[in-house]
């Protein structure tokens, strides 16, 4: 099969669409603002007519450039292109003041490419294991594995915790909308003939992570005079002695993004301020994190690149989307006729391993792509977001309709990112939104299709040794926050 999958990537199309979705990531992760979540929401339309690996790779390569482009608008202005930047910034920037902008640029790339690579390679090994583990399970099983992942995102989510549970309630109540999965009849669609189909994946991605931002910047007061300073990319080299002496650091981090970015929910900005902290409480010379220390930049690098393929694990093998991004691409996967899950693997298997090929082999291109448009990225940053926020909301409106060329799903569309603008503004999270929208439906059935085998017993959820252990990690979950709360105050009163 690994054979197979390789012959099917020999192909210009496949070729053509990881350079470009590649090239696009990396810039449109450098435009503070802008991110892989959106880009990915406005593609998915233009991948209809596409095959479903050149498809897949396009939207991929947009996620992996992303997320190493945010370093680079990190590192020279001190404002991340991503939220898992963020940490990169602290490093980074301070080696731009220093005239060595370029060498921190370098040691991000090199630091996403090593991270990006070990996810992959954990991918590759633990996703199809997963998903025929997960053929053993049930309605019962399935029901309380989702009501696991629903729990991790409210409580290791990174907002608080009130705010993700009523996100996630929001979406479970929006995936409820439409023909009852049991006996067929309409709920909540005020006799709608439109609204029995549910609300659709994409259009509701695309309203809320693009349209929002539109109307945030159409509604935003902050007022921008002159262009940014950029520091001077002075000619730089990171040789392998360099990486070598940061082999600890680069593994660590990679493991911690890797593993964290499985748990659903959560995403790549917490494991990167992870890895950042423990680089620095690891590191002989602590007191130079902050001021410019090289292990500062590669540790977050690594995290939130390893990230990329943690969250596929979960995405594919029990489609249950591991961060915001891949309940995206888990979209796109269901369009493309490849529905995310413990079949996929069994149906799809060809496709499915060309795919995590072809994100194992991109590591050189990136590496030369990165490279190559450094001074380029330069002048990309300094394109204000505003003057192209016109163009989202147009691509935005368009994708919307081609979905099932339905002015609905404009409606739909433009509905949802009015939803997102309100809740952004006041500081909910929109990632426990999606992800509940997407999961809501399912479990809804799952639980429904448990009780009806059951004759309305709860035991079901008890009877399987399957069940039981994921209810116990639900209970440890818990009471692990609890834990963790408890000691914040502690230390806080302290």
């Not at 992996?64 to 990190?74: K, V, Y």
Request: proline content about 6%.
């Amino acid at each position: 099969m690994l054979w197979d999958a390789f012959l099917s990537l020999l192909n210009i199309w496949v070729l053509v669409a990881a350079a470009i979705g590649i090239v696009s990531g990396i810039i449109i992760g450098a435009i503070p603002g802008l991110g892989p979540t959106m880009a990915i929401a406005l593609l998915i339309p233009a991948t209809f007519s596409m095959q479903p690996i050149p498809a897949m790779i396009l939207l991929l390569g947009v996620y992996q450039g992303a997320i190493f482009g945010g370093s680079i608008s990190a590192v020279l202005l001190n404002v991340p292109g991503t939220p898992s930047s963020a940490a990169t910034a602290i490093d980074g920037h301070a080696l731009a003041r220093r005239g060595e902008g370029g060498r921190a640029l370098r040691i991000a790339l090199y630091a996403s490419v090593f991270g990006n690579v070990f996810s992959c390679l954990v991918l590759m090994l633990l996703a199809e294991p997963l998903a025929r583990f997960a053929l053993d399970f049930g309605p019962a099983e399935m029901t309380v594995l989702m009501l696991f992942a629903l729990q991790v995102i409210v409580l290791f989510g990174g907002a608080s915790r009130l705010d993700a549970l009523i996100m996630v309630l929001v979406g479970v109540c929006a995936g409820v909308v439409g023909l009852d999965p049991i006996d067929g009849s309409p709920r909540f669609t005020f006799g709608s003939f439109a609204f029995e189909a549910g609300f659709q994946l994409i259009p509701v991605l695309v309203g809320l992570f693009a349209m929002s931002e539109v109307f945030i910047q159409v509604f935003s007061r902050r007022s921008e005079t002159g262009d940014p300073e950029i520091p001077d990319l002075k000619p730089a080299r990171v040789s392998l002695l360099d990486l070598w002496r940061m082999r600890a650091t680069l593994a660590l981090s990679s493991v911690i993004g890797t593993f964290v970015g499985i748990l659903p929910g959560i995403g790549s900005t917490v494991p990167a301020f992870m890895s950042y902290n423990l680089a620095r409480s690891r590191s002989k010379e602590p007191e130079t994190f902050g001021a410019g220390a090289a292990e500062g930049v590669a540790a977050p690098e690594a995290a939130n690149n390893a990230v990329t393929g943690g969250a596929l694990v979960p995405t594919l093998a029990l489609g249950i989307p591991g961060d915001a991004v891949t309940a995206v691409i888990l979209g796109a996967f269901m369009l493309q006729g490849l529905a995310p899950g413990p079949f996929l693997f069994k149906n799809h298997g060809v496709e499915v391993y060309a795919i995590f090929e072809a994100l194992l082999l991109s590591s050189l291109p990136t590496v030369i792509f990165g490279l190559l448009l450094f001074r380029v990225a330069v002048h990309v940053i300094r394109i204000r977001p505003r003057h192209l926020f016109p163009a989202i909301a147009i691509l935005a409106a368009l994708g919307a309709f081609s979905v099932n060329n339905s002015l609905f799903d404009v409606w739909v569309m433009l509905g949802a990112g009015l939803l997102g603008f309100f809740f952004r503004r006041s500081g909910f999270p929109i990632p426990p939104l999606l992800i509940g929208l997407i999961l809501g439906h399912p479990f809804e059935q799952s639980m429904r299709q448990a009780l009806l085998m059951s004759g309305g017993n709860l035991g079901v959820f008890v009877d399987s040794p399957i069940a039981l252990g994921l209810l116990g990690l639900t209970g440890v979950s818990l009471a692990t926050s609890v834990l963790f709360s408890l000691r914040e105050k502690r230390r806080v009163s302290e």
